[in-house]
């Protein structure tokens, strides 16, 4: 078992490479602070790194990797470190100051007042919560509502009426050269519904005035 202030200041050496990584900065968990899941590095460039912390042991001098690939920011990083912790009845009970692991699992958080053991933590937010008393808690959780697929966009048909009324500028034609109106007429609904049928509406509506 180890103490995350243990792991803080630790070079990250890669072994297979005999490179320097970085230097252990932070250490982050899943939702739950259950499971360690992410180290924080500050590499020799002054850039701010990732690293999974499951690829890395830290029982020595230096914390060692055996390979993997450094992560710039991920989305959703969590350290319980400096929460206050609160219990099931609203007392606070202290600031986490440090926390004990066993590998990749949140044994116990240490607090300015004392220990609390993971297993009596409820959830996990800005805030911990735990519960100190004999009588087991089990909270609602909110189901989070299934993805849905998107619909698909709504294809609105152009409307042309704005066309009724106005004069053609020139006589319009089908492909096949048949007269679909010709010039100095007014464009009528039939006009219209003809110049879609032929494929002309656009044409139709650069030649009205």
Do not use: W
Request: glycine fraction near 10%; hydrophobic fraction near 40%; proline fraction near 5%.
């Amino acid at each position: 078992m180890y103490n995350v202030s243990d792991l803080l200041g630790k070079p990250l050496i890669d072994l297979a490479s005999a490179n320097l990584l970085g230097t252990v900065a932070n250490l982050y968990f899943d939702e739950k602070c259950l499971k360690g899941t992410l180290i924080k590095l500050f590499t020799e460039d002054e850039e701010i790194k990732f690293f999974p912390l499951s690829k890395v042991n830290i029982s020595g001098d230096a914390a060692v990797t055996m390979g993997g690939e450094l992560l710039d920011t991920p989305v959703g990083l969590k350290s319980p470190v400096n929460s206050y912790v609160f219990n099931q009845n609203g007392k606070l009970l202290g600031k986490v100051t440090d926390i004990i692991m066993d590998g990749l699992k949140t044994v116990e958080f240490v607090l300015d007042s004392g220990n609390i053991e993971a297993g009596k933590l409820l959830s996990a937010g800005n805030v911990l919560i735990v519960n100190d008393g004999a009588k087991p808690i089990r909270l609602k959780t909110t189901k989070r509502p299934r993805a849905q697929k998107p619909l698909p966009p709504k294809r609105f048909a152009p409307s042309y009426d704005f066309l009724l009324g106005k004069k053609l500028q020139r006589t319009i034609t089908a492909s096949d050269g048949k007269i679909i109106a010709h010039a100095g007429e007014k464009i009528t609904g039939d006009t219209i519904s003809l110049a879609k049928t032929e494929g002309k509406l656009v044409i139709l509506a650069l030649n009205s005035l």
